[in-house]
């Protein structure tokens, strides 16, 4: 059984930096994309970032030049380093693997969620 978790919420103050992460236990026979979705109150959930098996990134208009996404294949995890944030970053951050097991069916997997409060 595959469970995601994820570690480095918090409160800051505005300008502040955060990482996050999320490691993968159990056995993902191959893994995809790695991804950071978030979802503020009141709001749908959103692509944060993404990094595909090959390293290419993507990031939303919102957190672009201050957010970056990375991974580390070895350790089935992803990291996203969070700086100069703003209360409009306020919200619950999930991570998401997309992996595929060898008949190539593709699995999705969520983590619990980790709060992220910006306030003065």
């Known amino acids: 059984q595959v469970q995601l978790v994820e570690s480095g919420g918090g409160l800051v103050q505005p300008g502040a930096s955060l990482r996050l992460s999320c490691t993968s236990s159990?056995?993902?026979?191959?893994?995809?994309?790695m991804d950071w979705y978030r979802q503020a109150p009141g709001k749908e959930r959103e692509l944060v970032a993404g990094?595909?098996?090959?390293?290419?990134?993507n990031y939303a208009d919102s957190v672009k030049g201050r957010f970056t996404i990375s991974r580390d294949n070895g350790k089935n995890t992803v990291y996203l380093q969070m700086n100069s944030l703003e209360p409009e970053d306020t919200a619950v951050y999930y991570c998401?693997?997309?992996?595929?097991?060898?008949?190539?069916?593709?699995?999705?997997?969520w983590g619990q969620g980790t709060q992220v409060t910006v306030s003065s």
């Open positions: 159990g056995f993902i026979f191959s893994i995809n994309t």
């Open positions: 998401h693997i997309e992996g595929s097991d060898w008949l190539r069916k593709r699995h999705n997997y």
């Open positions: 990094v595909t098996s090959g390293g290419i990134t």
